[in-house]
């Protein structure tokens, strides 16, 4: 089955600098990559994800880029606000329609101090 | 966007008893539901797919017997905790695909702590 891991597991940036975080996967097969924000005690949210037809994906201060090759994934957040706090979790799946069924990586906790 | 509503969000219950937690698509219909798991500090483990009018389908590990689904409805599925131990407690969260482009929706999760 596919394995998601997830680098760093903590992550602490001053407000405005940059963060990424890392993921590898193992299977080949897998097309659909998302990205979820969960803040304390609130759900996961979706917040940017990418398909393997596509190398990079972006929206306003949050990147994605994929590279299919090497089996790996990265969320890039730029100028970073203190909201921007939260675990940030990636995942991967074979399509958008089975997201629900995704492999998740252990997730990142961001910390943004002001 | 689509809403997912969990119910309860958090429960607390004597070791022996039975708990249920529900899991509504509120502006979506949704045939399939999933179910996750939660430990501190962790990711989301899958436990099983609602399936609407059948079967749910189970991952590797997870009884069967010990957590029954019913998703009776195109609106609601449920998970039910059975002879809960304190090693059960945890964070379940429940998730629906819905909307046009399929995107995927978490409930809130609830809390389950078995004393």
């Known amino acids: 089955g596919e394995n998601v891991e997830q680098h760093p597991s903590t992550l602490s940036v001053q407000e405005g600098d940059s963060a990424v975080i890392k993921c590898t996967y193992s299977d080949s097969a897998s097309n659909y990559f998302p990205w979820y924000k969960q803040e304390l005690g609130k759900r996961p949210q979706l917040i940017i994800d990418i398909r393997s037809n596509v190398g990079e994906k972006k929206d306003q201060r949050i990147a994605v880029t994929l590279n299919k090759t090497a089996k790996h994934f990265s969320l890039h957040i730029t100028e970073t606000q203190p909201e921007d706090s939260a675990v940030y979790f990636c995942a991967a799946t074979i399509s958008k329609i089975n997201a629900g069924k995704s492999t998740f990586g252990d997730g990142t906790t961001l910390t943004v101090k002001p | 966007g689509a809403v997912v509503s969990q119910h309860p969000s958090w429960v607390i219950c004597k070791s022996g008893t039975s708990v249920k937690i529900e899991c509504r698509s509120l502006d979506f219909q949704a045939t399939t539901m999933f179910w996750y798991r939660q430990f501190p500090k962790q990711s989301l483990m899958l436990m099983a797919t609602?399936?609407?009018?059948?079967?749910?389908?189970?991952e590797q590990g997870v009884e069967k017997d010990k957590f029954l689904i019913n998703h009776a409805s195109l609106t609601l599925s449920t998970l039910t905790v059975t002879s809960a131990h304190p090693e059960d407690s945890s964070f379940y969260i429940c998730?629906?695909?819905?909307?046009?482009?399929?995107?995927?929706?978490f409930g809130e999760g609830s809390r389950l702590t078995v004393l």
């Open positions: 998730s629906a695909g819905g909307g046009n482009n399929g995107e995927l929706f």
């Open positions: 609602s399936n609407e009018g059948s079967k749910a389908t189970y």
